[in-house]
């Protein structure tokens, strides 16, 4: 059980082109989704918050109009990178909360990102 | 503000010996302590979590960690490894109680050696 996917496991984009992540709680309902980005050999740094039927919470420094996020159902979270440039490029991770009080996070296999 | 201590950046050790990856976390509470484990280019597996009662947590792939609340630490063992297990670990630490948000540590990178 709690299985998270995302898709797709990695892109190639365009400078100036839109990216759409998925995150889908596979086996279980997730209220609760987080978002993060990995640079290489460097930890998990959270970037949002996502809480279905409502907007998201950004972590500071991020840019919402830039990273925007959709949970519009218990089993679906998106992230839209928009107008994407190479500083972009990255390991995006989601996770989703389980549990009897939903206090686990459970990781999604990553999306590679690289913006050209 | 809570944080996560990982000391070691890179643990070399043999295939069969034991294993012990150090975790120091600060919290003003109890907290919720998590052990997670990443293979390259893929996302983190939960290996153990501690959320209370028995010290001593079994996880997954014959991993323990034990909670030490007098040296805020949630050292991560295994007796002995296999080269399976060689990967990035990282401990997490989590807020008690509606706060879901995870620190993560820095992570330790474990090779092994045949």
């Known amino acids: 059980g709690a299985v998270v996917s995302q898709h797709p496991s990695w892109v190639i984009c365009k400078s100036g082109t839109s990216v759409k992540i998925e995150c889908r709680s596979l086996?279980?309902?997730?209220?609760?989704m987080f978002w993060y980005r990995q640079f290489p050999k460097q930890s998990l740094m959270l970037m949002a918050t996502?809480?279905?039927?409502?907007?998201?919470?950004?972590e500071q420094g991020v840019e919402k109009d830039k990273f925007l996020i959709n949970h519009a159902s218990l089993t679906l979270s998106t992230l839209t990178v928009t107008s994407a440039h190479p500083e972009d490029s990255s390991f995006y991770i989601c996770?989703?909360?389980?549990?009897?009080?939903?206090?686990?996070?459970?990781f999604g296999p990553g999306t590679r990102l690289t913006v050209l | 503000a809570q944080s996560v201590t990982q000391p070691d950046i890179h643990i070399t050790v043999s295939e069969g010996a034991s294993l012990e990856l150090r975790c120091n976390y600060s919290?003003?509470?109890?907290?919720?302590l998590f052990w997670y484990v990443q293979s390259p280019g893929q996302g983190l597996q939960l290996l153990l979590k501690?959320?209370?009662?028995?010290?001593l947590v079994q996880g997954i792939k014959g991993f323990e960690a034990e909670f030490k609340r007098s040296q805020s630490s949630f050292n991560l063992r295994k007796p002995s490894v296999h080269w399976s297990d060689a990967a990035e670990y990282f401990c997490?630490?989590?807020?008690?109680?509606?706060?879901?948000?995870?620190?993560f540590g820095t992570g330790t990178r474990l090779t092994i050696i045949p």
């Open positions: 996770s989703a909360l389980e549990g009897i009080r939903a206090d686990t996070q459970y």
């Open positions: 086996d279980f309902q997730a209220t609760t």
């Open positions: 996502s809480n279905e039927g409502s907007k998201a919470t950004y």
């Open positions: 919290y003003g509470a109890t907290p919720y």
């Open positions: 501690y959320f209370s009662g028995d010290t």
């Open positions: 997490a630490v989590g807020a008690q109680f509606g706060n879901e948000k995870l620190t």
